[in-house]
Nanobody, 125 residues
Framework: QLQLVESGGGLVQPGGSLRLSCAAS????????IGWFRQAPGKEREGVSC????????YYTDSVKGRFTISRDNAKNTVYLQMNSLKPEDTAEYYC??????????????????WGQGTQVTVSS
């Protein structure tokens, strides 16, 4: 069974940091592009960041550029999202997702095949 499990969410003050992890089981991430998405209450899900299967290409939505960093450790079958300078508007349920791809670029606006259950990030004083 293909599974992704997110962890690392929590409550943090504005300006703080969190590192989200996305661990895969039942398959190897080596041949998968990974995306991070988030959904706040009453809002549509939005793509936050993605990383190509090789790790050679990353993409960030404008609102997180310069604050978030996506990375992957294929040896650990895990992808990370380092979130710094967090703002209240970053509060959301964060999901990682995977789709098979050997393309050198990653894309958020496409169908992803495997989704995690989500981890809550709350930024509040």
């Amino acid at each position: 069974q293909l599974q992704l499990v997110e962890s690392g969410g929590g409550l943090v003050q504005p300006g703080g940091s969190l590192r989200l992890s996305c661990a895969a089981s039942g398959f190897t991430l080596d041949y998968y592009a990974i995306g991070w998405f988030r959904q706040a209450p009453g809002k549509e899900r939005e793509g936050v960041s993605c990383i190509s299967s090789s790790g050679g290409h990353t993409y960030y939505t404008d609102s997180v550029k310069g604050r978030f960093t996506i990375s992957r450790d294929n040896a650990k079958n895990t992808v990370y999202l380092q979130m710094n300078s967090l703002k209240p508007e970053d509060t959301a349920e964060y999901y990682c997702a995977a789709h098979p791809s050997l393309h050198r670029l990653c894309v958020l606006a496409r169908e992803y095949d495997v989704w995690g259950q989500g981890t809550q990030v709350t930024v509040s004083s």
